[in-house]
């Protein structure tokens, strides 16, 4: 299985942008995915998580500006990011842990994409 990220871009604070991540292979399915973000010299933190039941997490950062959704049935996880701040600037990567058919369980990240948020 392989993610593809896309939605980054340019965007003034308080602005919008959505991302979105979707997962390409057929496999047996699909658990928890999420979004992650690195700014420039720091560490890559979690930004928001869903369960393959649909319960979501939040970094407290962006709780209430951020929602994170996905379509099971295309594969795709989404990131709605609204009020964005500077801060929110970085990478934004996503993740998914699957089990395989085999029943092995696994995760991949995606390539990331670019958000820059201007003051």
């Known amino acids: 299985v392989q993610l593809q990220a896309s939605g980054g871009g340019l965007v003034q604070a308080g602005g919008s942008l959505r991302l979105s991540c979707a997962a390409s292979?057929?496999?047996?399915?699909?658990?928890?995915m999420g979004w992650y973000r690195q700014a420039p010299g720091k560490q890559r933190e979690l930004v928001a998580s869903?369960?393959?039941?649909?319960?979501?997490n939040y970094a407290g950062s962006v709780k209430g500006r951020f929602t994170i959704s996905r379509d099971n049935a295309k594969n795709t996880m989404y990131l709605q990011m609204n009020n964005l701040e500077p801060e929110d600037t970085g990478v934004y990567y996503c993740?998914?842990?699957?089990?395989?058919?085999?029943?092995?369980?696994?995760?991949?990240w995606g390539q990331g994409t670019q958000v820059t948020v201007s003051s």
């Open positions: 993740n998914g842990q699957f089990t395989s058919w085999s029943r092995r369980q696994y995760d991949t």
């Open positions: 292979g057929r496999p047996f399915s699909i658990n928890a």
């Open positions: 869903i369960t393959g039941g649909g319960s979501t």
